[in-house]
């Protein structure tokens, strides 16, 4: 078996060394440019349009994480009929419940605003929020969704969900399609992003629908920067109508030094870290999925390409 890798800003020994542990009868090289010798596999992350192009040999390519819209932007350099692969939650599910749900505790019980006070050697309480009230929306229901729902239950928020399609999850109030995104959006005091980056959703969250979210809300953002109109964010900041933001992703990573976010003392960054691909477990399922489709069987994680994960 023939295996070709490339893996854009990632020292590749890191991938490698992986691979071949969970790959040891496989023949699994760098691509470089000009290599079209024969390759069943392909293992790839924000690959050339190069490494691709005019490619028949490939049974399947995978996706080294979470993300597809990086190698959708390929267009037709990417082979037909040849499925791509993306790597299901691998241990990036229980990081995002992680960082989501340091946020959302960190807004609740105020404790920007404590640090704020300590800054100023203000010993003052400040009145609890309702907990009853203080509701939290997930935009976005897939397995990281999902992941994200599991880790906020425990502290009883009420919790909401928006998905492009009907979806039934206990304990979560959800709405679908664009009819559904009105009456989630008005529902929500912290809202969270984590949807995949589409046509249909790049844009999404603009100063109208900012200004549909309940007064003082507050916005998380752990999908892709290319979501929200980032003027219309600041913007929505600075009026009161957002109290503020934890943001881990941005529409040009990393973000300029010039950026009006960096100054913007309401608004929490951190730089694409809120789920860092596990590689060894991500290599791992990476191999059983190639070994199931070597004995002919139906393995998950396919994107659908033409919605755009």
């Known amino acids: 078996m023939n295996i070709i890798y490339y893996a854009a800003g990632v020292q590749p020994e890191i991938w490698l060394d992986a691979f071949h542990h969970y790959l040891p009868d496989a023949q699994i090289r760098r691509w470089q440019e000009g290599d ?3 390759a069943d596999y392909a293992l790839v992350w924000k690959p050339p349009a190069a490494m691709l192009r005019g490619r028949r040999d490939l049974k399947a390519i995978f996706i080294l994480g979470a993300g597809v ?4 932007q390929l267009g037709d350099a990417l082979p037909a009929n040849v499925p791509l692969i993306r790597v299901d939650d691998a241990g990036m ?3 995002m419940a992680e960082y989501v749900s340091h946020a959302v505790l960190r807004y609740f019980r105020r404790f920007d605003e404590y640090e704020v006070q300590q800054n100023a050697q203000l010993w003052r309480p400040l009145p ?3 907990k009853a009230e203080f509701s939290i929306g997930l935009l976005g229901l897939g397995v990281l969704g999902n992941r994200i729902i599991d880790g906020l ?3 009883g928020f009420p919790l909401f969900g ?5 979806k039934n999850i206990d304990g979560v109030s959800c709405y679908s399609g664009a009819d559904g995104l009105d009456a ?9 992003l984590i949807l995949p980056l589409t046509t249909d959703t790049e ?5 109208t629908q900012l200004a549909k979210l309940k007064s003082g809300a507050y916005i998380i953002n752990v999908a892709r920067g290319g979501h929200i109109v980032e003027a219309d964010l600041l913007s929505m900041v600075q009026s009161g109508h957002i109290a503020g933001a934890t943001l881990d992703v941005f529409r040009e990573e990393p973000l300029a030094l010039t950026h009006p976010f960096w100054q913007e003392k309401r608004i929490r960054i951190t730089p694409h870290i809120s789920a860092l691909t596990v590689r060894k477990e991500s290599a791992k399922q990476i191999a059983e999925k190639i070994a199931a489709l070597e004995r002919g069987e139906v393995v998950v994680g396919v994107v659908d390409q033409s919605k755009g994960y």
């Open 184 to 192: 989630f959006l008005r529902a929500t005091q912290v809202l969270v």
């Open 93 to 95: 599910g229980v990081q």
């Open 69 to 72: 819209d990086a190698i959708l």
């Open 203 to 207: 844009n999404l969250i603009d100063a």
């Open 128 to 130: 609890a929020y309702d």
């Open 36 to 38: 079209d010798a024969p």
């Open 153 to 155: 239950r425990e502290f």
């Open 162 to 166: 928006w998905s492009r399609s009907p």
